[in-house]
């Protein structure tokens, strides 16, 4: 039997931004980054919206 306990499910906190955290990583994903500069730029104004640093 292992002590090991499940990663916890990601706290709200954890990302800020969940909407265009999501579409960014579809995004590049799907197209890479070179492709997906909006999608960034929006979530890293999301970021800051909040006042964090990027």
Same mark, same amino acid.
Request: aromatic fraction near 0%.
């Given at each position: 039997? +292992? %002590? =090991?306990?499940?990663?916890? $499910? *990601? /706290? $709200? #906190? %954890? ?5 265009? +955290?999501?579409?960014? !990583?579809?995004?590049?994903? =799907? /197209?890479? #980054?070179?492709?997906?500069? *909006?999608? @960034? #730029?929006?979530? !890293? =104004?999301? @970021?800051? /919206?909040?006042? @964090? !640093?990027?």
């Amino acid at each position: 039997m +292992s %002590d =090991e306990q499940p990663a916890a $499910p *990601a /706290k $709200p #906190e %954890d990302n800020p931004c969940p909407e265009t +955290s999501a579409a960014l !990583q579809l995004c590049v994903t =799907e /197209k890479g #980054e070179t492709n997906c500069t *909006a999608l @960034l #730029e929006a979530h !890293q =104004e999301c @970021l800051k /919206k909040l006042g @964090l !640093q990027v």
